[in-house]
């Protein structure tokens, strides 16, 4: 009997005391299983029988759900996926850092072919994703969370005459496409037949830009952001508008922030209206200069953006009221942590990708902070991905 689902929205049963994930199984299913992977003290299995299904399971649209590793939750209802999600993150957020949230539902309006950004394996000419818990391949030739552009894009692949490696595909709101090849392969690429059939803006390999550029530019929130090949920037641009307006109720009138971890600056800039001054803050070049690039072009005058570890260089910056913080996975540093609570700034907005490490966070932030909002925006729906904002208020 499979009991609840986990963060990563698999099956949990038990077997003899020990914790056995399930793919592809949901809450209140009897299954017969088959364990393909035993740690020491969990299992992996996959189901080989359905004896009793759930109510809630529903026939996946896509055709590769079962074997691929993209999705985890097309067996469900949009909604009843989501709140799945949102019982995973009030289970987390209670079991790690003591706190009662009752996060608000931003619902994807886009809830298929949403992302702006999809990864490709090669592997021996052939193209697609991993299968589930393997390097083993399979080949798509459409993906229900790609955009258009991208699944276009798919059917002309075999144009790389890559044998193996990695193909990343962004695609803007113009339907332009930005590819970036990382490979050990000498190919010859098919540039004029991909041009014919794709809105081709740049190819970038190993690197190397071999045509166009290595941008292009993106338009959310009536704001124009210039998104390098390898810079990070949010993969549904439907959920980024939502998150703009969030941040825009948030932020006080004339508010000094600092945006840490800023990226391009995507976050920064779409505030900087009703703020004094916003200060943001990356360790990568490449972002920091499309950020201060995407500043001058939308005539943003009173945000600074600096290069350098944001956990270090946030010391040097006196005088604010507002932190916007939005870490990679595993979070913020301790010493990141330390410094923020030293700022005893009014008002912390915490964006997270990862529920566990937003506990851990908020298990310390709390000493000084209490939670105002808390909020899960459906940026990857379908998938087990979760993307949380919660706002802090000083004691």
């Known amino acids: 009997m499979i009991e609840k689902l986990d963060y990563n929205l698999r099956g949990v049963t038990h077997i003899d005391g020990k914790v056995i994930f399930v793919d592809n199984a949901l809450p209140g299913e009897e299954v017969r ?54 019982e995973n993150v009030i289970e987390i957020i209670k079991r790690n850092a003591g706190l009662d949230i009752n996060p608000n539902l931003i619902k994807n309006d886009q809830k298929d072919l949403y992302r702006n950004k999809v990864e490709f394996k090669c592997v021996n000419g052939k193209y697609g994703f991993y299968v589930r818990n393997s390097h083993n ?13 991208i699944n276009k894009m798919i059917m002309h692949l075999e144009d790389l005459n890559l044998e193996n490696g990695k193909i990343t595909i962004k695609c803007n709101n113009n339907e332009e496409i930005l590819l970036n090849i990382e490979t050990d392969d000498m190919c010859k690429i098919n540039i004029d037949h991909l ?50 307006s969030i941040l825009k109720e948030t932020v006080d009138e004339g508010s000094i922030v600092m945006d840490l971890c800023c990226g391009v600056g995507t976050l920064g800039l779409s505030i900087a209206d009703k703020c004094k001054k916003v200060y943001g803050i990356e360790i990568v070049e490449n972002a920091i200069k499309d950020a201060k690039f995407n500043a001058k072009i939308n005539n943003v005058n009173n945000v600074e953006f600096l290069l350098g570890d944001a956990f270090s260089l946030m010391e040097t910056i006196k005088d604010i009221d507002t932190i916007i913080i939005d870490p990679p996975r595993n979070g913020i540093s301790k010493k990141g942590i330390k410094n923020i609570l030293k700022k005893e700034v009014d008002k912390i907005i915490y964006i997270s990708c990862n529920p566990i490490t937003l506990a851990r966070d908020l298990n310390i932030l709390k000493e000084k902070y209490d939670i105002e909002k808390s909020y899960i925006l459906d940026m990857f729906s379908y998938t087990h991905h979760i993307e949380s904002l919660v706002v802090l208020e000083r004691k």
């Open 33 to 86: 299983i088959n364990i393909i992977k035993e740690e020491k003290n969990y299992s992996i299995a996959e189901v080989t029988e359905y004896i009793n299904k759930s109510p809630k399971r529903i026939k996946s649209k896509c055709p590769y759900f079962d074997k691929c590793g993209g999705c985890t939750i097309r067996n469900l209802s949009y909604n009843d996926g989501l709140n799945y999600k949102k």
């Open 137 to 149: 391949l399979i080949e798509i030739d459409r993906c229900l969370n790609a955009e258009e552009p």
């Open 195 to 244: 041009r014919e059939r794709v809105k081709l803006v740049g190819i970038v390999y190993n690197g190397n830009i071999i045509y166009g550029n290595d941008y292009f530019m993106e338009n959310i929130d009536n704001k124009l952001y210039k998104e390098s090949y390898n810079s990070f920037f949010q993969v549904n641009r439907y959920i980024n508008n939502k998150l703009f």
